[in-house]
C-alpha cells in the first residue's frame, strides 16, 4: 500500500512509479523526485531531469466520469500551474498548447497526462509536472529547443518545500472543481494565458505543415487555427505547435 506522498530521491520516472501502482492509491497521491533516469514527455520523447534542480511531480487521480471525461486535461493543469506560479509571484507565465508552460517564448515546464482504464469505467490518470526550477545552462545543455527556468521568471523563489506543496494543492484542488466543471470552467482562462493568441504559428501533423494564426482553443479543447480558408479546430496528440 502507498502512502498519500512518497518522496524519493532517485527514480525512473514519477509517473511510471505511480502507474505501476495503480490499485493501491489513494485519490491525490504524489510521486515527488530529485531525480529522473528516465523522465519522459510526449511520445516517448525525453524529460531532461538532472538531480536536485528541478520539480518532477505527479499526482494520481481516479476519475468517475472515464477516459472520455480525461480530454483536455492537459490544458486544465497548464492553467492550474500557470496561476499557481503567478500567485508566487512569477509574471507572464504562459501556456502553450497543449501540455507546456512558457515564460518569455522559453518552455518552463512540461505536462504529460497518463491514464489506464476500460471503457465505460472509472479513469486512473497519473498527471506528471515537470518544472525547470534552477537547472543550469550546463545541466540543459542537450535539450534540443529554448528553455528557461523558474529561477528567470521569479525574483523571490520560495523554497523548495513551499513550492512543492503550493503546487499540489493546486492541483488537486483543481482536479476536484474540472470534475464538477469539466473543460468549460477553464477555456477563458487557458485563452487568457496562451502564449501564441493571435501570433502566426505552425502547426506539424505527421508529414504535414499548417501555417496560419493561431486563435486559442474553444470548447472540446481543441486549438483554432486561421488560414486564409477560414478558422479550423485541430486536436489530436499527434500535432505539434511551433511559433513561426
Ligand atoms: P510538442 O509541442 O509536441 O509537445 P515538445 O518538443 O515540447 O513538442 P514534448 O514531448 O512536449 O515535446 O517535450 C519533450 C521535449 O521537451 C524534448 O524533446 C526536449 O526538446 C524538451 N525538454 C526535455 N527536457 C526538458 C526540460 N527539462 N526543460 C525544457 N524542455 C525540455
Ligand atoms: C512534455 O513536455 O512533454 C511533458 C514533460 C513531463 C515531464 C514530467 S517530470 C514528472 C513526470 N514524470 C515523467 O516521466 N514525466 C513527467
Known sequence: KC?????IPVIDSTNQFLLDRVG???????CLAEYQESGRGRRGRQWLSPFGSNLYLSMY???????????????VVGVAIAEALQSIGAE???????????????????????????????????IGMGLNVAMTEQEGSDIGQAWTNLTQACSHLPERNQL????????YETLEHYENVGLDGFIERWNRLDNFLDRPVKLLIGERVVEGIARGINSQGALL????????????????????
Open 225 to 244: 487555427l486561421e488560414t486564409e480558408q477560414g478558422i479550423t479546430p485541430y486536436v489530436g496528440g499527434e500535432i505539434s505547435l511551433r511559433g513561426c
Open 92 to 126: 507572464d507565465i504562459k501556456v502553450k498548447w497543449p501540455n507546456d508552460l512558457y515564460y518569455q517564448d522559453r518552455k518552463l515546464a512540461g505536462i504529460l497526462v497518463e491514464m489506464t482504464g476500460k471503457a465505460g469505467e472509472a479513469a486512473h490518470l497519473v
Open 164 to 171: 512543492a506543496a503550493t503546487l499540489i494543492r493546486r492541483l
Open 24 to 30: 493501491q492509491l489513494p485519490q491525490g497521491a504524489v
Open 3 to 7: 502512502s498519500s506522498l512518497d518522496l
Open 61 to 75: 487521480w481516479r476519475l468517475d466520469a472515464g477516459m472520455a471525461a480525461a480530454m483536455g486535461l492537459s490544458l
